[in-house]
């Protein structure tokens, strides 16, 4: 399955799910931001190319469906709910984000 991760800045929440759940399982994970200043900026390709989108706020929500309208037509988008209160591979954010994500897709445990 193709994921892709969003918050705001690209720097601590979606790229930390893009580096911790990537072929894990066999599914494909992109992460992007949806600010202008991002590391990385959320596009319409990567909305296109998306199977199932996470954001982590309900902000991000109704930043995608301004931005990416007919784009996010008949795409399934769920909201995890995580604060931007974590550092990046922080293990506690890795958890919840694992947790919140398994009702629509199972990230087995990796090695590190």
Known sequence: MRVLFV???NYMRSLTAETAFNSAGGHEVRSAGTLPSARRRVTGGDVRWAELIFVMETAH?????????EELAAKQLVCLNIPDEF?????E???RLRSAAAPYVVFPEVAA
Not at 61 to 68: S, V, Y
Not at 87 to 91: E, F, G, K, L, P
Request: glycine fraction near 0%; include cysteine.
């Open 7 to 9: 918050c705001s800045q």
């Open 61 to 69: 929500i109704r930043q995608l469906e301004r931005a990416f309208p």
């Open 87 to 91: 550092n990046y591979m922080d293990a």
């Open 93 to 95: 954010l890795v958890a």
